[in-house]
């Protein structure tokens, strides 16, 4: 049991970062499935998966795809805010024999016992415990660890009613695309993939769309770009305003041709129909030629949730995201200076919109929480004053901080609810993997004694060589 308290400090951040108090909290329960499995003498894996879930019954498995593999050169309290406006009448019903969270929500798409056999096959896991042992047996200096730490993680805005987005598309005459959308480009790839969307919807080439930044005087009321719901929001919005212009070109080239509507096809830049094929450009230009509308606007709102703050029930998430790492780790035992040797990585993007932006967003996520853990230190002086508030005083991870072997795939299945074109976010999940390094590091500290290593996060060379002084005392 958990008992925490909210305190107010002048000694802490609080703002948002990726995971919004996710990773804390899977530190927090890691650490405790890394001690209990000390204490009782089994291999932290076995401890983690006799505590996940029960596997999907419906068969929303998957297999491993896209490897990359090789050397990397106000007035409320904040706890309720909008609890109010929750519809708290609404109820999840949970049919009998169905496994739930903590706060009641069923979970019926966990994969992650399948993905964590896979990738401790892949990343050779049992195999390299063994030689970590007798690396550790037969060195004092220089010690080395390893950790397979698991992610599952809820998506959707827990404020429910921010789990909408809207969409505005023209088609210009020319047969070029142009959107708005809620959504906001930081370097996430979040326009490149709603592209792709508008793309296939009209059966052309992604460099016919342009996106023009976000503005409310064109989709009113955005959501923020987070929750890692910006691709689930705002392609389904795009998807959803390229469908009804795509309906009136198909009415239009259907009645022409003496056709059926559902006869028409967008394809390769052409649209087909009853054996005649015009251009894209073609069916466009006749069609404003015709007085047809290109102009559309698009809504979605994510189906399924609901919330009741108050009381911390309901369904707050749409669709978990899962994923696995196994980190390898050395320490200098006379310094606490520590290098990461090795990453694996599986992780579940469902059908993959885009999987080199995909594999970016991973490897950027595992490096961000592995830094966070590691090196990334607030430090205050006597008077209340960051110390550490520069690029010369905190430090992030660099390039030569990562890996030297890291090893990203995609687990290749499809998400089981209705998300655009069944794919799964990958902002935030991704960033908890990097926790594995951190179970890496108090793996390697355990080797220099018989106790259970106290190493608090971010665990910096200086706190590593504190545990290791502290285990050999």
């Known amino acids: 049991r958990i008992e925490s308290h909210r305190l107010k400090t002048n000694t802490q951040s609080a703002t948002a970062y990726r995971g919004f108090g996710g990773p804390q909290g899977m530190v927090g ?5 890394d001690h209990v499995a000390h204490v009782v003498g089994r291999d932290p894996l076995e401890v983690r998966q006799l505590n996940y879930y029960r596997a999907s019954e419906d068969g929303s498995g998957g297999r491993v795809s896209g490897s990359v593999k090789g050397q990397a050169a106000a007035g409320q309290d904040a706890a309720s805010r909008g609890g109010a406006s929750q519809d708290a009448t609404v109820s999840v019903s949970v049919p009998e024999g169905v496994q ?3 706060y009641h929500m069923p979970v019926e798409d966990f994969i ?30 220089l010690k080395r660890g390893l950790a ?12 429910t009613h921010l789990n909408q987005a809207g969409a ?33 919807r009209f059966g052309v080439d992604v460099g016919r769309v342009k996106i023009t930044a976000t503005d409310t005087a064109k989709v009113p009321n955005t959501s923020a770009t987070a929750a890692s719901s910006g691709s689930d929001l705002n392609g389904m919005a795009v998807k959803a305003a390229c469908d009804i212009i795509r309906e009136r070109l198909a009415e239009f080239v259907a009645e022409r041709a003496q056709a059926q509507t559902e006869d028409v096809r967008f394809d390769n830049g052409m649209v087909h129909v009853g054996g005649e094929s015009l251009t894209f450009e073609e069916v466009v230009k006749d069609a404003y030629m015709a007085r047809i509308s290109l102009s559309s606007t698009g809504f979605y709102k994510t189906p399924k949730i609901v919330w009741d703050r108050i009381k911390g029930e309901g369904r707050p998430f749409f669709y978990f995201a899962y994923g696995a790492a196994v980190t390898e780790v050395v320490i200098d035992t006379l310094t606490g200076e520590n290098r990461i040797l090795r990453a694996d990585i599986l992780h579940d993007c469902g059908a993959s919109l ?4 995909d594999i970016g967003q991973i490897e950027g996520g595992y490096v961000q929480g592995a830094g966070w853990l590691t090196t990334e230190e607030l430090v205050w002086d006597d008077k209340g004053r960051l110390t550490t508030h520069a690029p010369s005083t905190y430090k992030i991870p660099a390039c030569s901080d990562r890996p030297d072997v890291f090893n990203v795939a995609l687990w290749d299945g499809e998400n089981r609810e209705e998300t655009i074109y069944r794919s799964k976010a990958v902002g935030e999940p991704p960033f908890m993997l990097g926790i594995s390094a951190l179970m890496a590091l108090s793996d390697a500290v355990s ?15 200086e706190r590593v060589l504190a545990a290791v002084q502290r285990m050999r005392a």
Not at 148 to 159: A, E, W
Not at 174 to 187: A, C, K, L, R, V
Not at 354 to 357: D, G, Y
């Open 29 to 33: 329960i890691e650490r405790v499935l």
């Open 100 to 102: 739930t969270t903590p």
């Open 447 to 461: 080797a220099c004694g018989t106790v259970y290593p106290s190493l608090d996060a971010p665990a910096t060379a």
């Open 354 to 357: 885009n999987p080199a932006i």
């Open 148 to 159: 397979l730490t698991p992610v599952k993680f809820g998506i959707s805005f827990t404020l």
């Open 168 to 200: 505005l598309v023209h088609i210009y005459q020319d047969g070029s695309i142009h959107m708005n959308h809620g959504g906001t480009e930081m370097g996430q790839g979040l326009f490149q993939k709603v592209a792709q969307v508008a793309a296939d």
């Open 112 to 141: 992650l016992n399948e993905m964590t056999e896979k990738l401790a096959e892949n990343s050779d896991y049992f195999r390299r415990k063994e030689a970590v042992a007798a690396w550790n047996a037969e060195n004092d200096i």
